[in-house]
Each structure stands twice: as C-alpha cells, then as structure tokens.
C-alpha cells in the first residue's frame, strides 16, 4: 500500500488523481486531501475514501468543514500550517496547488525528504533553485506530472542529461494557433477556456491560449533536466499526441505518445517505477493517420519570448513573470483586460522589476506578494 496525500484535491488534477487512487483501493490509502475554498467536495472526497486529514486553505472555512465532517473520523483543519501537515504525511505527495499557493506546502514535502509528483509548476519557476537545493540536502525526489515533463521522464528512462542534444516541448497551439492579432484583440474568457484538446482549469486554459504555459514548462524543465535555455525547444503540434521528445547525442530522437488524458502521467507518476492501467482511450494512429509540426509565431505569442528572456536574466525575473502572469489572466478572467493585455502587464513588470532571488521561502513569497501588488496597480494602463 502507497500512502497518499493530494494538495489540491477538488482541482482537475486532483480530481484526475482520486479517479485513479479509487479505482485501485489495494495499492493506495489516502492520508491527507486539500482544497482551497470547496468545502463541500473536499468533505465528500474525504470521506469517500476514508482520508486521514482534509484541510481547507481557507482559514474562514473550518467550522464549515467540520461541520460537513461531522460524524467521520476525519481531522479537519486550515491555514498553511495544516496544508503543510498534509504534505508530510504520506508516502507520496501529488502537488496539484494552482500558482504560489503551492510552494509552501511543497517546499516542506520538500524539506520531509519525500518524493512528490509535481504538477505545481508555478513552485519551480518562482523558486526552483532554493527547491533543488533543498532536495539535494534531504534526498527528496521531484517526479514530474505535467504531460510534456513526465514525456520527457519517459523518453529519459533513468539516463542523465549529459547525453541529451535537446529537449522538445511540445504545444497544441491553443485555440487561438490561426488567429490574427486582429481577432485575438476580440477574444472571450470563454473562448480562452476552451480548449481543444485537454480539459483543463481556467488559467492553466488561459496560459495555454497566450503560450505562457508552455513559457513556464521551459522554465520547469530548465530545473527538472538542468539543460539551459538554449537546448530547450517548442514545437507546435495541434494533434496533442506527441507530448514531448528527447534528441540525444547521437541524432536518436525518442517521443512519447499518447491520448491527451492527464490520467496517463498521473498514473505513470502513481504506480512509478511500475505501471498501471489508466482508463485512458487507446492511441489509435490509424485514426490519427497524421501529425503536424510547426513553429510557434513569437509575433502573436510573446509569453514565449518573455520566459526565456526571464530564464536567461535569472534571479527574481522568473518569479515577477509568474506572479504578473497569474494577476492578468485573472484581471482578463474577470473582463478588465483584453487578451494581448496579458502579455503587456507580463512584459512591463518584467521591465520595472529587477531584484536577486531571496535566499528563504518566506522571502520569495513576500517578493511575489510585491510583484502581484505591483502588478495590480499596473491594470489601469491595460483597462478594457
């Protein structure tokens, strides 16, 4: 049995993750489950699969999730103190907190020496270095969720960087690949969250529509592979069944295939070193019957620019990138920003804002709190 706790357990992947877990109770049991606001769920999750612990971010909430708790024996609690209890208890942590939320429960996942499946990729960009080193120290071990990391898991099967050409991370373009700047100045909220290929949350949708996502999960490689910036490309592919692809020294080029289901690097991540199955639909390359390839437009998709000029500046920027990121897609979530508005605020920010990574995690987190605040007063000049 593989005791379990999932951080952000009522998100998608999260969700992806108990569908799994449930579906073969003999080789796990769950210790913990979080969410951020959703009591209700968290409270059903939990006491359908007998978790230990569920802890809801929301301080303001607990007398709610007690309530909804009541009669089982299940310990409720709040706050970043209990989130980081929960990421403790377990055999294996599936970090699946949205944004800088994340990387406090993380980094003591991190500190505990356990081995964490990381879907959190907003925790490596911000403080990727402070987080490796910390690993080093307590011989925690970072597997990676997102599809085009755990690809690159896959493709690498133990063997270490030193005989990788480069890595290719592959993009499905988003909904918005064949646009003009003309109609991506008109695009919707609900345009940007639909995507068409993965079913996703609404930011990680947005981020793929603007090609930030794929920006951030070069900055995420960039820490998970320790290969620079300039041996890091992307490829867009609009069929979504090449997740991503490693070219070795001697011209081999390994790619790993598959449905566009995260279920598939969830349960590789969950059963590793072994497999499971999954539920997910069989690859059919028949019906597939073709791929395609092509360059990402920098014209239309600045995100992708703007992180490798963040990574290759180093210190803070990375983090001020992700921090302006995630308060403009917001502010566009919320119909105060146009769409191209998203990467102006990103790229303004990273103009104004210039300082060293902190050395502790309570620093990084008060510079991020700095940069949204700083971002936040820049909405005006990018108001609808």
């Not at 007690?66 to 709040?78: K, S």
């Not at 898991?153 to 646009?179: E, H, K, M, N």
């Not at 500046?313 to 897609?329: D, H, M, T």
């Not at 990273?350 to 820049?378: G, K």
């Amino acid at each position: 049995m593989k005791r379990i706790a999932i951080l952000g357990a009522t998100g998608s992947i999260g969700s992806s993750t108990l569908d799994l877990v449930e579906a073969a109770p003999e080789r796990f049991e769950i210790t913990a489950l979080t969410a951020a606001t959703n009591v209700e769920k968290l409270a059903a999750d939990a006491k359908r699969t007998r978790a230990k612990l569920a802890v809801i971010a929301d301080e303001r909430r607990l007398d709610e999730l007690r309530a909804a708790l009541a009669g089982a024996d299940i310990e409720a609690a709040a706050g970043e103190g209990a989130l980081c209890q929960a990421a403790t208890s377990a055999d294996l942590v599936i970090a699946a907190i949205v944004g800088t939320a994340g990387l406090g429960p993380v980094m003591a996942a991190v500190r505990a020496g356990k081995t964490i499946g990381l879907a959190n990729k907003e925790a490596l960009v911000s403080a990727g270095a402070l987080m490796l080193e910390e690993a080093h120290r307590t011989g925690a071990v970072l597997l990676p969720i997102d599809s085009e990391h755990n690809a690159i898991f896959q493709c690498l099967a133990g063997q270490d960087c030193d005989r990788v050409s480069r890595l290719i991370l592959t993009a499905s373009g988003g909904p918005f690949r064949t646009f003009t700047a003309e109609q991506m100045a008109r695009v919707t909220p609900s345009q940007a969250v639909a995507h068409p290929n993965w079913s996703m949350g609404a930011k990680i949708s947005v981020d793929s529509a603007t090609m930030m996502n794929k920006g951030l999960e070069l900055i995420e490689a960039h820490h998970l592979f320790a290969l620079p910036e300039s041996r890091i490309d992307i490829l867009v592919h609009p069929q979504s069944v090449i997740h991503s692809l490693v070219e070795y020294a001697d011209g081999s080029m390994l790619a790993q295939l598959g449905s566009p289901d995260m279920r598939v690097p969830i349960g590789h991540i969950l059963a590793y070193p072994q497999r499971m199955a999954t539920g997910a639909r069989r690859l059919d390359l028949l019906e597939v019957a073709r791929l395609d390839f092509e360059a990402p437009d920098p014209v239309r998709f600045p995100a992708l620019r703007l992180a490798r000029e963040a990574l290759r500046r180093g210190g803070s920027a990375p983090l001020v990138l992700n921090a302006a990121n995630e308060i403009a897609v917001e502010a566009f979530l919320g119909g105060s920003i146009h769409f191209p508005a998203i990467a102006g605020l990103v790229e303004e920010m990273l103009t104004i804002m210039d300082r060293p990574l902190p050395s502790t995690i309570p620093d990084v987190l008060a510079l991020d709190a700095e940069a949204r605040d700083e971002s936040r007063r820049l909405l005006e000049r990018f108001a609808a």
